[in-house]
């Protein structure tokens, strides 16, 4: 596969008062991909045919900020892989359309305890679910996380989920912790009970502390990052041969070393 990008990114800082406070951001990323037997050219269910795609892979609207020091929000609209060929989606925004990819308030009485409500990334990896695309110094996220023609690995709303999540900073900023309670997958078919998912995740910084939702893939020379980090997903579910539980695992260790010149 090859694939040229050009990016596009602008956003605004705004200040109310002391407690008031917001950003609204614009970024947008245009491609042309030439894919290798990405296609079923005659229908025999064979990808068999090369297509060239020219398409707007990622346009995203934000706005957060908080009300007050105790209560924050987010909302991000998106639009995804518009004029990819063979994909339309618009409930989710892919394809054409738009959605409310993630929207959200943070109840935050102490950084040790935030109440996230609403839709949101999984807490279960690093690389999709705690690090916004945004901030990759990639291209694209791996194609089993849903980059180039892949999918992501576990059931989602490309990449998030409806629900709560209680997270937060222990060991001064070392260790983090997020526990995701969630709708999951809700085909009347695999949910039929309209069983709730739980999904959670636990980070350990030796060096430098990561405290937010969204970390960074690199922290241009700012931050050295080692961390360690495991995460689960469970929800009961049917396959067709009765009552079985859907359950997932991650472990991952990310390392950013900044050099002496200050350079990634």
């Known amino acids: 596969m090859i694939w040229a990008a050009g990016t596009a990114r602008a956003g605004y800082k705004f200040k109310i008062n002391e407690a008031v406070k917001g950003e609204i951001g614009f970024w947008t990323q245009a491609w042309y991909q030439y894919a290798e037997n990405a296609s079923d050219g005659n229908g ?13 892979r990622r346009a995203y609207f934000s706005i957060s900020g908080e009300a007050t020091p105790y209560l924050g929000f987010f909302t991000h ?11 339309d989606d618009s409930s989710l925004g892919l394809g054409s359309g738009v959605a409310f990819r993630d929207i959200w308030i943070t109840l ?21 679910g705690t690090t916004s695309t945004k901030a990759l110094l990639t291209t694209d996220l791996d194609w089993t996380q849903g980059g180039i023609r892949g999918n992501i690995f576990y059931p989602s709303k490309v990449g998030r989920d409806d629900g709560v ?12 912790y997020r526990f995701m309670v969630g709708e999951g997958v809700e085909n009347p078919t695999q949910n039929p009970d309209d069983n709730l998912r739980f999904a ?8 430098d502390p990561e405290t ?4 960074q893939g690199t922290y241009l020379g700012k ?42």
């Open 44 to 56: 025999d269910g064979v990808l068999d045919t090369d297509v060239n795609d020219f398409m707007i």
């Open 77 to 87: 609209i998106a639009a995804d892989r518009i004029g990819q060929d063979n994909l």
């Open 108 to 128: 935050k009485p102490s950084d040790m305890l935030n109440v996230q409500v609403g839709r949101m990334y999984i807490p279960f990896t690093r690389n999709y």
């Open 165 to 176: 999540t209680f997270w937060g900073n222990l060991m001064a900023g070392k260790f983090q």
């Open 200 to 207: 959670g995740r636990v980070s350990f910084n030796l060096f």
């Open 212 to 215: 937010g939702w969204f970390n």
């Open 223 to 264: 931050k050295q990052i080692l961390a360690l980090g495991l995460g689960a997903d469970t929800q009961e579910l049917e396959f067709g041969a009765g009552t079985d539980d859907y359950f997932a695992w991650t472990a991952d260790i990310h390392y950013d070393q900044p050099y002496s010149n200050g350079g990634p």
